[in-house]
């Protein structure tokens, strides 16, 4: 599936849903497969202002945090438990960031990440996924439920209920496969 407004997530969310379709499953695609591909995206995107060189455990660690963010959006579509080892990344790239908060006059608060390169770059996605925890837009941020897509995607469905990256192409899908399913097991 291709990037559309439609699908876009409000601005804070937008680069973590990106961050998460640097792997394209449909088209076969995968942006971070390489240290070189991980400072291209992260400098593109403007998480990363560092020029020190990204390492192959960067590019590891990226990806992890990758894959535990993609099955933390799988796990929106029903608001299932995340699972321990999915936390355990999480806590990991928070950890690594150094995130510092600092309380503001008007009552609130400001995280930032403390630390530098890419484990800053990668803490700053850390921050925008606990920012859209608190103000309650995370659990709209979905993979499609097409095994063939798995688009990153915002549910902006009233209910909060979608399943597809796009109705009338991967909902139409789905629709139309478990048409033909009822009517083969029909006879
Ligand atoms: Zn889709």
Redesign the pocket.
Known sequence: ?STGPAMAAPDRLEPVRRFLNTLDI?AGTDAITDPAGLATWLTASGLWRGDAPVTDDDLRRARELREALRAAAVANHDRAALPPPVLAVLDAAAERAGVRISFTPDRGWLATAGATGVDGATGELVLRVTGSMADGTWPRLKI???DA???A?YDSSRSGTGK???MQ??GNRAKQEAWRGRRREAG
């Open positions: 599936m449909e499609c439920a097409s897509c798995r688009w995607f597809w990256c796009s192409l991967c």
